[in-house]
């Protein structure tokens, strides 16, 4: 038999023991038997139940048990009574050994619901179910009793002793009844003292007005015994409720039980005899009065409650959960109210590095640690009564007196935030760019400042204050944006081909494709202006597969018409954006197959900052690596760690930045990094092409120090139609 179910198969043989006791002759040795059997046995089922599921606080089935074995021993003791003494003496001493145990199974209820919380509205709850029944049994049963003139003072004193206690046992344990969270034991539990409540109270008026036999109400205290046995051995007795706060909730059958208790003073003076002496008038308006006020203490500990969620629901609507504090609607509103004309009141708002590649490498987890990290430092950077909020997933705005207190912390929060932060056993760097604007309204102040955050971003300065030419510029942006997918829609774009050279032989070995905008009225725009406006926006995706579809089908057509004239290679600049997606080397594989270009025929070039922080970008560049496709990194020795690179990014193309080439005539550093860089290529099997050569003397410069691949204005400038054949001069001055 499994350990769930025992309650449930000691219910039905206790059921079916109640029914065996009444097929038996009344009074007989056997039916005796079996009554005091059941309340044995209820005793064991007790402390059986404890041992079996190990409450967390047993002391309350001991409790429990000792007083059913003090009752037990009450039957026992009555039995004495009747078969050997043949006495039926009532009150005797086995009403002490009854009214003994009521003491113990209140101790036990009373550490059962000791500290589940509630506070006074759930002791409110108990008051009322205990006075409203209370005053019926007052009415009905004990007052009569305790006014029987026929019966001697001990004898009413012991018949209102019963439902009296059991009045204040159905007391504690309403605590327990009106409770959404209650078990299945604890209803079992308000079961077995309802059953021994009724039949306390059938039994005293029986006692007194019928003196007719109580063999009839043992299957009351029979049953009864059957349900404390069944409480302790329910599963449910191992469960601890969680502790409530506040004013408890009120479900509809706790609304309707309360309700009924608390009407039953001003009922019963609508019952034909109730009321008609003083005693009972002043017991009905006592419990009325009393009932009315516990119902109002009930209401005002509901409304305190209610009060105290809505202030929780305002606190949750208006802060973050992660790092607590106020949200961009809070922060607003704190605007709002400080400047509501304007004012000198200044923003600093600062966006966090590099979050969004740590959710993605290392979790979201690990995200909200560095998130929550960022946080406290920004909080701790802030003057004190300055007001700090979280805007958004990585952006915080702080709001400062004046533009020296702004300048100040804008300063100190580049410092702190430099700082590493350990976050999933890692070592994370998270940085920020900070923007500050002071304050012409609280949606404009943060406008400005964001606007001030994003163009520190782009320039890499630590901080920027907010001028009017951002703006400007933002506005030139976007209509730049909108102006691009116009472009791409109606063929504006073109795409030219700068020669790439192999000295000393003057061939042009490779070809980089370049973009060109021509406008129509603007005519022609730089790519300065529109490349990064297309990063920004996103269309540089949709722009680059564009110009790598149309440079492989040029380059395979010059492969088909030209033969070993045509160059061996192309090279197509690939954006951070088009890294960042998955679909990228399927792109790539696209357009080779669409256009019949061999995978080796095409070079990708990417920059050392579009690879720097891995990820996506690294992945992207090994897959396109297996297709055979070569990869260049372009301006190489600007970024951030250009030799660190070189361990991790599948490298076959250094292509060295132009300002190491424009003084490297000239005897001093650029020529020693220029040097070191072809050494470097040298040393590690890769291709060196030095970029932005304009005269002759840097080429010959560069032709000494190692550089077989050339690249620049000297050679010829990006086009369209590009020259294969290079002019006899720029050959000869090599």
């Given at each position: 038999?499994?350990?769930?179910?025992?309650?449930?198969?000691?219910?039905?043989?206790?059921?079916?023991?109640?029914?065996?006791?009444?097929?038996?002759?009344?009074?007989?040795?056997?039916?005796?038997?079996?009554?005091n059997g059941i309340g044995l046995m209820s005793v064991?089922?007790?402390?059986?139940?404890?041992?079996?599921?190990?409450?967390?606080?047993?002391?309350?089935?001991?409790?429990?048990?000792?007083?059913?074995?003090?009752?037990?021993?009450?039957?026992?003791?009555?039995?004495?009574?009747?078969?050997?003494?043949?006495?039926?003496?009532?009150?005797?001493?086995?009403?002490?050994?009854?009214?003994?145990?009521?003491?113990?199974?209140?101790?036990?209820?009373?550490?059962?619901?000791?500290?589940?919380?509630?506070?006074?509205?759930?002791?409110?709850?108990?008051?009322?179910?205990?006075?409203?029944?209370?005053?019926?049994?007052?009415?009905?049963?004990?007052?009569?009793?305790?006014?029987?003139?026929?019966?001697?003072?001990?004898?009413?004193?012991?018949?209102?002793?019963?439902?009296?206690?059991?009045?204040?046992?159905?007391?504690?344990?309403?605590?327990?009844?009106?409770?959404?969270?209650?078990?299945?034991?604890?209803?079992?539990?308000?079961?077995?003292?309802?059953?021994?409540?009724?039949?306390?109270?059938?039994?005293?008026?029986?006692?007194?007005?019928?003196?007719?036999?109580?063999?009839?109400?043992?299957?009351?205290?029979?049953?009864?015994?059957?349900?404390?046995?069944?409480?302790?051995?329910?599963?449910?007795?191992?469960?601890?409720?969680?502790?409530?706060?506040?004013?408890?909730?009120?479900?509809?059958?706790?609304?309707?039980?309360?309700?009924?208790?608390?009407?039953?003073?001003?009922?019963?003076?609508?019952?034909?005899?109730?009321?008609?002496?003083?005693?009972?008038?002043?017991?009905?308006?006592?419990?009325?009065?009393?009932?009315?006020?516990?119902?109002?203490?009930?209401?005002?500990?509901?409304?305190?409650?209610?009060?105290?969620?809505?202030?929780?629901?305002?606190?949750?609507?208006?802060?973050?959960?992660?790092?607590?504090?106020?949200?961009?609607?809070?922060?607003?509103?704190?605007?709002?109210?400080?400047?509501?004309?304007?004012?000198?009141?200044?923003?600093?708002?600062?966006?966090?590095?590099?979050?969004?590649?740590?959710?993605?490498?290392?979790?979201?987890?690990?995200?909200?640690?560095?998130?929550?990290?960022?946080?406290?430092?920004?909080?701790?950077?802030?003057?004190?009564?300055?007001?700090?909020?979280?805007?958004?997933?990585?952006?915080?705005?702080?709001?400062?007196?004046?533009?020296?207190?702004?300048?100040?912390?804008?300063?100190?929060?580049?410092?702190?935030?430099?700082?590493?932060?350990?976050?999933?056993?890692?070592?994370?760097?998270?940085?920020?760019?900070?923007?500050?604007?002071?304050?012409?309204?609280?949606?404009?102040?943060?406008?400005?400042?964001e606007a001030a955050m994003h163009a520190a971003k782009?320039?890499?300065?630590?901080?920027?204050?907010?001028?009017?030419?951002?703006?400007?510029?933002?506005?030139?942006?976007?209509?730049?944006?909108?102006?691009?997918?116009?472009?791409?829609?109606?063929?504006?774009?073109q795409v030219v081909y700068q020669p790439i050279v192999?000295?000393?032989?003057?061939?042009?070995?490779?070809?980089?494709?370049?973009?060109?905008?021509?406008?129509?009225?603007?005519?022609?725009?730089?790519?300065?202006?529109?490349?990064?406006?297309?990063?920004?926006?996103?269309?540089?995706?949709?722009?680059?597969?564009?110009?790598?579809?149309?440079?492989?089908?040029?380059?395979?057509?010059?492969?088909?018409?030209?033969?070993?004239?045509?160059?061996?290679?192309?090279?197509?600049?690939?954006?951070?954006?088009?890294?960042?997606?998955?679909?990228?080397?399927?792109?790539?594989?696209?357009?080779?197959?669409?256009?019949?270009?061999?995978?080796?025929?095409?070079?990708?070039?990417?920059?050392?900052?579009?690879?720097?922080?891995?990820?996506?970008?690294?992945?992207?560049?090994?897959?396109?690596?297996?297709?055979?496709?070569?990869?260049?990194?372009?301006?190489?020795?600007?970024?951030?760690?250009?030799?660190?690179?070189?361990?991790?990014?599948?490298?076959?193309?250094?292509?060295?930045?132009?300002?190491?080439?424009?003084?490297?005539?000239?005897?001093?550093?650029?020529?020693?990094?220029?040097?070191?860089?072809?050494?470097?290529?040298?040393?590690?099997?890769?291709?060196?092409?030095?970029?932005?050569?304009?005269?002759?003397?840097?080429?010959?410069?560069?032709?000494?120090?190692?550089?077989?691949?050339?690249?620049?204005?000297?050679?010829?400038?990006?086009?369209?139609?590009?020259?294969?054949?290079?002019?006899?001069?720029?050959?000869?001055?090599?």
């Open positions: 038999m499994r350990r769930e179910t025992v309650w449930g198969w000691w219910i039905v043989a206790g059921v079916l023991a109640t029914a065996g006791y009444y097929l038996l002759p009344t009074g007989g040795f056997a039916a005796n038997l079996v009554y064991v089922a007790i402390l059986g139940g404890a041992r079996l599921h190990r409450p967390r606080n047993p002391a309350v089935w001991y409790w429990f048990a000792a007083g059913q074995a003090t009752w037990v021993a009450g039957d026992l003791m009555y039995e004495y009574y009747e078969y050997v003494l043949h006495q039926s003496p009532y009150p005797s001493f086995a009403d002490v050994l009854y009214l003994a145990s009521y003491p113990m199974l209140a101790v036990g209820l009373w550490l059962l619901v000791r500290g589940r919380g509630g506070g006074a509205a759930r002791l409110a709850d108990a008051a009322i179910a205990g006075i409203g029944v209370g005053l019926a049994l007052w009415i009905f049963v004990l007052h009569p009793i305790a006014t029987d003139s026929t019966a001697s003072a001990l004898e009413r004193a012991i018949s209102t002793a019963y439902p009296a206690a059991d009045v204040l046992i159905l007391a504690l344990l309403a605590r327990l009844l009106v409770n959404r969270g209650g078990t299945a034991s604890t209803r079992l539990l308000g079961v077995a003292v309802l059953l021994l409540l009724a039949a306390d109270v059938a039994y005293s008026v029986v006692s007194f007005y019928a003196d007719g036999d109580d063999h009839l109400l043992s299957g009351g205290w029979l049953l009864s015994y059957v349900l404390w046995g069944a409480a302790s051995l329910h599963p449910s007795i191992t469960v601890q409720p969680a502790r409530e706060e506040g004013a408890a909730r009120v479900g509809w059958v706790q609304f309707a039980t309360l309700t009924g208790c608390a009407l039953l003073a001003p009922v019963m003076l609508f019952i034909p005899g109730v009321g008609d002496n003083t005693v009972d008038r002043l017991a009905i308006g006592a419990g009325s009065v009393v009932l009315f006020l516990l119902s109002v203490t009930r209401v005002l500990g509901l409304s305190r409650t209610v009060q105290g969620q809505t202030a929780e629901l305002a606190r949750i609507a208006l802060h973050d959960d992660l790092t607590g504090l106020p949200n961009r609607r809070h922060f607003e509103q704190a605007l709002g109210e400080s400047v509501p004309g304007g004012g000198s009141l200044h923003v600093v708002f600062l966006g966090l590095s590099g979050l969004k590649n740590i959710n993605d490498e290392l979790g979201r987890p690990v995200g909200d640690q560095v998130v929550a990290v960022s946080a406290a430092r920004i909080f701790a950077s802030a003057p004190e009564a300055t007001r700090v909020a979280r805007i958004g997933g990585d952006e915080f705005a702080v709001a400062l007196p004046d533009a020296a207190t702004a300048e100040r912390v804008a300063q100190r929060l580049v410092a702190v935030l430099r700082e590493p932060v350990r976050a999933g056993g890692h070592e994370l760097l998270a940085g920020a760019s900070i923007g500050v604007a002071e304050a012409g309204g609280v949606a404009e102040v943060l406008r400005r400042a782009r320039t890499g300065d630590p901080y920027r204050f907010w001028s009017a030419a951002l703006d400007e510029r933002a506005g030139e942006h976007a209509r730049l944006g909108a102006e691009l997918r116009a472009a791409l829609d109606a063929g504006q774009f192999r000295m000393p032989e003057a061939r042009v070995t490779a070809v980089e494709a370049l973009v060109r905008w021509q406008h129509p009225q603007r005519g022609q725009v730089s790519p300065a202006a529109f490349i990064p406006v297309a990063e920004q926006n996103g269309l540089i995706v949709e722009l680059g597969a564009w110009i790598l579809h149309t440079a492989c089908e040029r380059m395979a057509r010059w492969r088909a018409e030209l033969g070993p004239a045509a160059p061996d290679r192309v090279s197509v600049n690939v954006s951070a954006r088009q890294l960042a997606r998955a679909d990228f080397p399927a792109t790539v594989a696209a357009a080779l197959a669409d256009t019949g270009l061999p995978p080796q025929c095409l070079t990708v070039e990417v920059t050392e900052t579009a690879v720097f922080g891995g990820g996506q970008a690294l992945t992207a560049l090994h897959e396109l690596r297996a297709l055979g496709v070569r990869i260049a990194l372009d301006d190489f020795g600007t970024g951030h760690s250009s030799l660190g690179l070189l361990q991790t990014v599948p490298v076959d193309v250094l292509k060295v930045d132009k300002s190491f080439v424009d003084n490297i005539t000239e005897a001093g550093r650029h020529t020693v990094i220029a040097r070191a860089l072809i050494q470097v290529s040298d040393g590690l099997g890769l291709t060196a092409v030095a970029e932005g050569v304009e005269t002759a003397e840097q080429a010959a410069a560069l032709y000494d120090l190692g550089y077989r691949l050339l690249q620049g204005y000297y050679f010829g400038k990006p086009s369209a139609e590009p020259q294969f054949l290079l002019e006899p001069a720029a050959a000869a001055n090599v």
